[in-house]
């Protein structure tokens, strides 16, 4: 079993920042994928940031400059740091992890959202 566990979301003013989190845990052997998703009411999840093992990152056109993905291999967390918040980023906002796991292979898994509401 692996878990995905996200953190960190809260009201914040426009302009404001936040800083969200996601550990994985569980029968893992190697973390591939970790990343950012999001979601806004009415709208499709989209891609926010992701990340490789390998160290490559990658962001969506709306938050570069703005949003920092960060990795710590070691204790398997993946942290989103959002700095100029801006109305339109409120959304749930979901961790995803491509784990390779001990006994079962490769697999996808998410975590179950943390809101951020981004709002004067």
């Known amino acids: 079993q692996v878990q995905v566990v996200e953190s960190g979301g809260d009201l914040v003013q426009p302009g404001g920042s936040l800083r969200l989190s996601c550990a994985v845990s569980g029968s893992i052997y190697s973390i591939y994928a970790m990343d950012w998703y999001r979601q806004a009411p009415g709208k499709q999840r989209q891609l926010v940031a992701a990340s490789t093992s390998a160290g490559t990152t990658n962001y969506a056109d709306f938050v570069k400059g703005r949003f920092t993905l960060s990795r710590d291999n070691a204790k398997n967390t993946v942290y989103l740091q959002m700095n100029s918040l801006k109305p339109e980023d409120t959304a749930v906002y979901f961790c995803?992890?491509?784990?390779?796991?001990?006994?079962?292979?490769?697999?996808?898994?998410w975590g179950q959202g943390t809101q951020v509401t981004v709002s004067s």
């Open positions: 995803h992890a491509a784990v390779d796991t001990i006994v079962a292979g490769l697999w996808d898994y």
